[in-house]
């Protein structure tokens, strides 16, 4: 994929969202189509029409940190789901084998 200036893959902001995601940046690219309502986008389509989509923006500094901000975020997302085990909020990670309800207790005060 092609982003704008500035959101170098190697060193940029995008950076952290390939070292989050790995292979995975491709689903979260098409996540983020169909999220937008591009839900027909073929998977040998999605880097062309996102890149489509991120030519529409304005031109500004501003509007390409936005995207970049959004997609990072939803790149930890993505990752929370791929990776539950990795949650570091206990009330939201994924409950140990041995709890017998599969939900985890609440916490004591």
């Known amino acids: 994929m092609r982003y704008p ?24 690219v098409w996540l983020d189509l169909v999220i937008r309502g591009n839900d027909r ?6 880097y062309r029409a996102q890149q489509d989509r991120l030519e529409k923006l304005p031109k500004t500094e501003e509007a390409i940190e936005t ?4 997609l990072a975020r939803r790149s ?6 791929l990776h539950p085990a990795a949650e570091p909020d206990p009330r939201l990670a994924v409950p140990s084998p041995g ?7 609440p916490p004591t005060r």
Do not use: F, W, Y
Not at 67 to 70: L, M, P, R, V
Not at 76 to 81: A, E, G, N
Not at 99 to 105: E, R, Y
């Open 67 to 70: 995207e970049i901000a959004e």
């Open 5 to 28: 200036a500035g959101a170098r893959t190697s060193t940029g902001p995008v950076a952290p969202m390939q070292n989050r995601l790995g292979a995975d940046l491709e689903l979260l």
């Open 76 to 81: 930890r997302h993505l990752d929370r789901i």
């Open 41 to 46: 986008v073929k998977q040998s389509d999605i």
């Open 99 to 105: 709890c017998a309800t599969g939900v985890p207790p």
